[in-house]
């Protein structure tokens, strides 16, 4: 069975840091794109980041660059988020996805499954 | 960033309904666009991809349609466990970006 899961959420004061984990099973990890989504409470998605099979690709929304930092370990079966800086704004439920995708016609299609549980990250003071 | 943009916001139905969710892009995304069901306290979980392409394991009630920048998700005959909140997303370019959601509700 395919399955992530996150861990490393908690309380943190502004300007603190966090280290999200997100451990995979039953797929062979290092083939597959992987990102980070967030849900603030009562909100829609936000797509954070993502991280090519390798690693040697990143891609960051603008609201978190300079401040996050996507990395995977193949060898452990993980995806991290080293969060810094943090802010209230980043308050949310952490998701790990992972990336997948078709060739039609010629073209790349991708979309996120499966997802984790997520884990929540509550910035306040 | 494209912006995405779901109509409705919410919407009230019945079981055995036929549902149209609609999500319109800012600009062209061919059939790069995908949708999602969440439950409540649940992850999200993928329905359709590439516009009308059923997940595996997704009831046929369910179906996608579009290109450029409108699509539609429809839900043939509603069921009970149906009810939940919809989210479109294309992966046309970087970020990807979601819709604000359209949240199904029992009448």
């Known amino acids: 069975e395919v399955q992530l899961v996150e861990s490393g959420g908690g309380l943190v004061q502004p300007g603190g840091s966090l280290r999200l984990s997100c451990a995979a099973s039953?797929?062979?990890?290092?083939?597959?794109?992987m990102s980070w989504v967030r849900q603030a409470p009562g909100k829609g998605l936000e797509w954070v980041a993502n991280?090519?099979?390798?690693?040697?690709?990143?891609y960051y929304v603008d609201s978190v660059k300079g401040r996050f930092t996507i990395s995977r370990d193949n060898a452990k079966n993980s995806l991290y988020l080293q969060m810094n800086s943090l802010r209230a704004e980043d308050t949310a439920v952490y998701y790990c996805?992972?990336?997948?995708?078709?060739?039609?016609?010629?073209?790349?299609?991708?979309?996120?499954?499966?997802w984790g549980q997520g884990t929540l990250v509550t910035v306040s003071s | 960033d494209i912006q995405m943009t779901q109509s409705p916001s919410s919407l009230s139905a019945s079981v055995g309904d036929r549902v149209t969710i609609t999500c319109r892009a800012s600009?062209?995304?061919?059939?790069?666009l995908n949708w999602y069901q969440q439950k409540p306290g649940k992850a999200p979980k993928l329905l359709i991809y590439?516009?009308?392409s059923l997940q595996s394991g997704v009831p046929s009630r369910f179906s996608g349609s579009g290109s450029g920048t409108d699509f539609t998700l429809t839900i043939s005959s509603l069921q009970p466990e149906d009810f939940a909140t919809y989210y479109c997303?294309?992966?046309?370019?970087?970020?990807?970006?979601f819709g604000q959601g359209t949240r199904l509700e029992i009448k």
């Open positions: 991280i090519k099979q390798d690693g040697s690709e990143k």
């Open positions: 600009q062209s995304i061919s059939s790069y």
């Open positions: 590439a516009a009308s």
């Open positions: 996805a992972r990336g997948r995708s078709r060739k039609y016609s010629g073209s790349y299609y991708n979309w996120f499954d499966p």
């Open positions: 997303q294309q992966s046309y370019s970087t970020p990807p970006t």
């Open positions: 039953g797929f062979t990890f290092s083939s597959y794109w």
